[in-house]
T-cell receptor, first 113, second 110 residues
Framework: DVKVTQSSRYLVKRTGEKVFLECVQD?????MFWYRQDPGLGLRLIYF???????EKGDIPEGYSVSREKKERFSLILESASTNQTSMYLC????????????FGAGTRLSVL | SQQGEEDPQALSIQEGENATMNCSYK?????LQWYRQNSGRGLVHLIL?????REKHSGRLRVTLDTSKKSSSLLITASRAADTASYFC??????????FGEGTQLTVNP
């Protein structure tokens, strides 16, 4: 079974802190994704990566950056956390190509105080 | 927007009844996928239907796709309390990127 592991289930940070959310997948997938999920807004894509060191902006990249130094790991970075970044963050991975299924981690619920 | 729109937003039924959720969209798609999310957890893939397919089955799930009407439906037959979850449609329009709808919250009462 594909396993996508997010480093924390719950995280509480202060405004202005630098925050790292880590995601690791064990199926040698080319693609990795970071979403945030908010009530009434569904899942929104922040960034995705289709190869090591490659990244593309999603629909809401402002205030975030990402890093993919190894194929299995995709990090989401909040350079200076703000209260409006309080949300559920979901990581996913998939094979490349059309018709690929995305496999999700359990999510990280981030609260920025 | 390339986002799918699910209808209804919330659905409450009794165990044993069928549940139908709909997804409408506005763009051309390569395929459409349905995912399920239990409360506070990640999403789990349920079924994929390609743009040249009209219907697919998987266990108690039946998915239809009408590309002329740009709509899809997910039918869960003989629902169980364990089916209580949020259900999302996801559109693939290019490459591997998916655009998710806002979801339908299904509650199955025992």
């Amino acid at each position: 079974d594909v396993k996508v592991t997010q480093s924390s289930r719950y995280l509480v940070k202060r405004t202005g802190e630098k925050v790292f959310l880590e995601c690791v997948q064990d199926m040698d997938h080319e693609n990795m994704f970071w979403y945030r999920q908010d009530p009434g807004l569904g899942l929104r894509l922040i960034y995705f990566s289709y190869d090591v060191k490659m990244k593309e902006k999603g629909d809401i990249p402002e205030g975030y950056s990402v890093s993919r130094e190894k194929k299995e790991r995709f990090s989401l970075i909040l350079e200076s956390a703000s209260t409006n970044q309080t949300s559920m963050y979901l990581c996913a991975s998939s094979l490349s190509g059309t018709g690929s299924i995305q496999y999700f981690g359990a999510g990280t619920r981030l609260s920025v105080l | 927007s390339q986002q799918g729109e699910e209808d209804p937003q919330a659905l409450s039924i009794q165990e044993g009844e069928n549940a139908t959720m709909n997804c409408s969209y506005k763009t051309s798609i390569n395929n459409l996928q349905w995912y399920r999310q239990n409360s506070g957890r990640g999403l789990v893939h349920l079924i994929l239907i390609r743009s040249n397919e009209r219907e697919k089955h998987s266990g108690r799930l039946r998915v239809t796709l009408d590309t002329s009407k740009k709509s899809s439906s997910l039918l869960i037959t003989a629902s169980r309390a364990a089916d209580t979850a949020s259900y999302f449609c996801a559109l693939e329009t290019s490459g591997s990127r998916l655009t998710f709808g806002e979801g339908t919250q299904l509650t199955v009462n025992p």
